[in-house]
């Protein structure tokens, strides 16, 4: 199985900086047919299921703001929030959909210092 | 708006079976894959199992094979999960998941319906 690492475990950074999420696979999961790597970013908000916020490793789901940005390749993956604002305290999480099991990483709580 | 809702979890004894399903509507069902997903309480989230468009290709975490079931109803628009010999650790928040073959992830998911496996 593909192990997915995240770190920090948790976050707290203050208004308007900016915050930093890893997370590093056991294998490189890039697919040579397509050129995509087939990893995910989720947010999830207390009482909430997950919310897609980037797939293919740096593309922003529609809707999202653009201060949510993915980036990465191989197996080192980097979810950056560029301006950190309130409503963005949650639970971040990063998901492999290369092969199954479809491995999440354990998730990094960010909170608002 | 596409909608996925979750209902069948509740309290249920170790070695007891639930069966979970998860409505769909909003989209054309039977043209997506499905997932599985549970959050056990306080913890983080779970990959359980994967079916394709029309049933033909299933996958299972290897936690729950031979014991959950995934299949789905087309004509209904309605995934299941079949869970049984359920044990205490089996306890989670279970959640549906869209699958969108476009972009490799799932970009909708249902409210989850809880599972709780004690005597």
């Known amino acids: 199985d593909i192990v997915m690492t995240q770190s920090p475990d948790s976050l707290a950074v203050s208004l308007g900086e900016r915050a930093t999420i890893n997370c590093k696979s056991s294998?490189?999961?890039?697919?040579?047919?397509?050129?995509?790597?087939?990893l995910a970013w989720y947010q999830q908000k207390v009482g909430q299921p997950p919310k897609l916020l980037i797939y293919?490793?740096?593309t922003r789901e529609s809707g999202v703001p653009d201060r949510f940005s993915g980036s990465g390749s191989g197996t080192d993956f980097t979810l950056t929030i560029s301006s950190l604002q309130a409503e963005d305290v949650a639970l971040y999480y990063c998901?492999?959909?290369?092969?199954?099991?479809?491995?999440f990483g354990q998730g990094t709580k960010l909170e608002i210092k | 708006e596409v909608q996925l809702v979750e209902s069948g979890g509740g309290l249920i004894q170790p070695g007891g079976s639930l069966r979970l399903s998860c409505a769909a509507s909003?989209?054309?069902?039977?043209?997506?894959?499905m997932h599985w997903v549970r959050q056990p309480p306080g913890k983080g989230l779970v990959w359980v199992s994967r079916?394709?468009?029309?049933?033909?290709?299933?996958s299972y975490a290897d936690s729950v094979k031979g014991r959950f079931t995934i299949s789905r109803d087309n004509a209904k628009n309605t995934l299941f999960l079949q869970m049984n010999s359920l044990r205490a650790d089996d306890t989670a928040v279970y959640y549906c998941?869209?699958?969108?073959?476009?972009?490799?992830?799932?970009?909708?998911w249902g409210q989850g319906t809880l599972v709780t496996v004690s005597s």
């Open positions: 998941a869209r699958y969108s073959s476009a972009y490799h992830a799932t970009d909708n």
């Open positions: 909003g989209f054309t069902f039977s043209s997506y894959w």
């Open positions: 079916i394709n468009s029309d049933g033909s290709s299933i």
């Open positions: 294998q490189s999961f890039l697919y040579s047919s397509n050129n995509k790597t087939y």
């Open positions: 293919w490793a740096s």
């Open positions: 998901q492999q959909y290369y092969t199954t099991p479809h491995t």
